[in-house]
């Protein structure tokens, strides 16, 4: 192999591991918007820690 074949066989690994990288980050933001989404769906359903004694057990 040529000198110039290496240095395009590096390039190509180099560039194997940023893609590597730049997935495990998208991956990482993907799972943080998910998260979001969820919290704010939860926020969206009514507790029942209210203090109504509707439902309060020992009334």
């Not at 395009?8 to 591991?17: M, Q, T």
Request: proline residues 0%.
């Amino acid at each position: 192999m040529t000198n110039e074949d290496n240095d395009v066989l590096s390039e190509i690994d180099r560039l194997r591991e940023d893609v590597k990288q730049l997935r495990e980050i998208v991956n990482i933001l993907v799972n943080v918007v998910m998260e979001e989404e969820l919290e704010e769906e939860e926020e969206n359903f009514s507790s029942f820690a209210k203090k109504d004694g509707r439902f309060d057990l020992l009334n």
